[in-house]
């Protein structure tokens, strides 16, 4: 991506390393070079990574330059005379009163709120440095960079492997869901400065198709703790009739007598289903404005009290064009657990726009809609789909290869360059997280001050419970309707859907065999397609009937445990 910016910068970050009494950094190039003896504490360290030209260019036009970035090692955090690991386990952060900070203090640095702990902030003179601290947990499982630890215990394939994310998403500068959040405002920043004229000084505004300013969201919209759900009931909590629960579906069913006659269950698993979900979604921008009994609009974010209990799930027939009901044992679209719902609720406007594809009326009865609107996710989603395919190519997996080939190499993926796969994992999981941080709880102290007590997340423009949902309804309805796409060309009913996995029945142990095909033997549109692409399918895993017919008796989603018998949900994914 071609940066607006004319200043240079020598690399993104180092990551620092004591080796035979001196201080080394490997840089992303795979150059390792010495730093000047006066280099002996992190205050040093940061004045070096300034004067080198550490950095990164900004990300668009009305954007920012990114500090540099110093990632210790253990030998550099003992070489630097830093705690070999961090005592406070409750606040993870160096105590105030301990030597380093004191001497970033006295060296003119100031640390951020959170203080020195895994990663960190420090500024002067309207620059920053950022670092991360390998022993003190920077890339630790609560981060979420994968496999990253993979390649931790090298300095430069760690210097390389976050280069490489520097330049295809952002530079670090936290946990990956952090880093979601930074890329979303950095390639589309809430303000400009702009000379006012009748001030003759400069003056912030917002930039257009941007969230510019933290705002309330709407009831229905608001977790248990925050203030406006002060007065909710632990009853109105967990109705759908006061709260919008837009999640992902958790839902499996026994097997009928035909199903249970095939050997084998198949697991798709849809590639970054959040991501996919976010391209070209419309969503809201402002507030909320609150509506009584209007008329759907598939165009407006918002969400909407809607009664779709007693709806019949239909599709059109591919051939004859008729309306056809749906077998009952299919999962219902609207609701998390894929029952049926029961009363008025609240959904998002994906969710609504699905059910009017099923041939459902829907006469809300009262909305919270958000007329300012737009893609403010698409730019996000470029460069992480961008970076996701660039580094799947990395890895020999291409858009042009066949289904067969696509199966084979992504069984053997881990195998691979570990470098490269260290770094995949750290993209899933900033497309993940990023989703999910928008609707981010309270945590720590702040969480231990009672409920419904403002918390720091409530401050962020991002933090946007209504942009989640409308993410997640996106993700689940589509998955949805592809499902239908497959029962209405080959009568395949799902057995179990566990978020972006879903199980079918198969007579081979192949996820070949429950591809819905054209007739000249080509994918169906709109149905799933193998393939690397986001929102198309790879295996998940094979497994016997008499395991799948195992799990349901121990009332366990199969779609948890088909990957390898792995925990996927233990696992992040």
Not at 257 to 285: H, I, M, W
């Amino acid at each position: 991506m071609t940066t607006m910016t004319e200043k240079t910068y020598a690399a993104p970050l180092a990551v620092l390393s004591a080796a035979d009494g001196a201080l080394v950094a490997d840089l992303p190039n795979v150059q390792r070079i010495d730093l000047p003896g006066e280099v002996t504490d992190l205050a040093t360290a940061a004045d070096w990574a300034l004067g080198y030209g550490l950095g990164a260019a900004k990300l668009s036009q009305y954007g920012e330059d990114t500090g540099p970035l110093l990632v210790l090692t253990e030998s550099a955090v003992e070489f630097l005379g830093l705690p070999p690991r961090l005592d406070d386990r409750k606040r993870l952060r160096v105590p105030d009163d301990d030597p380093a900070v004191k001497a970033l203090t006295e060296a003119g640095w100031t640390l951020s709120r959170a203080g020195l702990g895994g990663w960190s902030f420090l500024f002067r003179d309207r620059t920053e440095v950022h670092v991360a601290v390998v022993p003190w947990g920077a890339f630790s499982d609560n981060m979420r960079w994968g496999d990253m630890d993979a390649v931790a215990a090298d300095p430069g394939a760690l210097a390389y492997t976050l280069g490489l994310y520097a330049e295809r998403v952002i530079s670090p500068t936290g946990s990956t869901a952090g880093c979601s959040l930074s890329l979303m405002t950095a390639v589309r920043p809430p303000t400009v400065a702009k000379f006012d004229r009748g001030t003759g000084r400069m003056r912030r505004v917002p930039v257009p198709g941007s969230l510019h300013r933290a705002v309330d969201p709407a009831p229905p919209e608001a977790p248990d703790e925050h203030p406006i759900a002060a007065e909710r009931t632990r009853e109105e909590s967990k109705s759908p009739a006061h709260v919008l629960v837009e999640e992902a579906l958790n839902w499996y069913r026994e097997a009928t007598e035909e199903e249970a006659a095939l050997p084998y269950v198949v697991g798709l698993d849809v590639n970054t289903a959040f991501l996919a979900a976010a391209n070209r979604l419309t969503v809201g921008l402002g507030e909320a404005v609150y509506t009584d009994g209007p008329v759907f609009d598939k165009k407006l974010p918002g969400a909407w009290l809607v009664d779709l209990s007693g709806a019949k799930l239909r599709t059109k027939d591919l051939r004859t064009k008729q309306w056809r009901e749906l077998p009952e044992h299919f999962p219902s679209p609207f609701t998390p657990d894929g029952r049926p719902p029961s009363g008025p609720a609240w959904y998002a406007t994906p969710t609504l726009a699905y059910a009017q594809e099923l041939g459902i009326e829907v006469r809300p009865l009262a909305a919270w809609l958000r007329p300012d609107a737009g893609g403010y996710l698409d730019l996000w989603h470029n460069r992480l789909r961008a970076a996701y395919m660039d580094t799947l190519a990395d890895l020999g997996i291409t858009e042009d290869m066949d289904e067969a080939a696509f199966i084979d190499a992504m069984a053997t993926v881990k195998a691979r360059d570990p470098e490269a796969v260290a770094l995949l994992s750290a993209i899933k999981a900033t497309a993940k997280g990023g989703i999910g941080k928008m609707r981010e709880r309270p945590q720590g102290s702040t969480k231990r001050e009672g409920r419904n007590a403002p918390w720091a997340a409530l401050k962020r423009p991002t933090w946007r419970p209504d942009i989640r949902a409308a993410v997640i309804s996106a993700s689940r309805v589509g998955q949805h309707r592809k499902m239908v796409k497959v029962w209405n060309a080959v009568g395949l009913v799902p057995l179990a859907v566990l978020a972006d996995c879903v199980i079918y029945p198969s007579a081979q142990p192949t996820a070949l065999a429950v591809m819905a095909r054209k007739e000249d033997g080509s994918p169906l549109p709109g149905a799933f397609r193998l393939g690397p692409n986001p929102g198309f399918v790879k295996q998940e895993g094979v497994q016997p009937m008499q395991w799948y017919q195992a799990m349901t008796a121990k009332r366990a989603n199969p779609g948890r445990f088909i990957k390898e018998g792995r925990d996927a949900v233990r696992d992040g994914e």
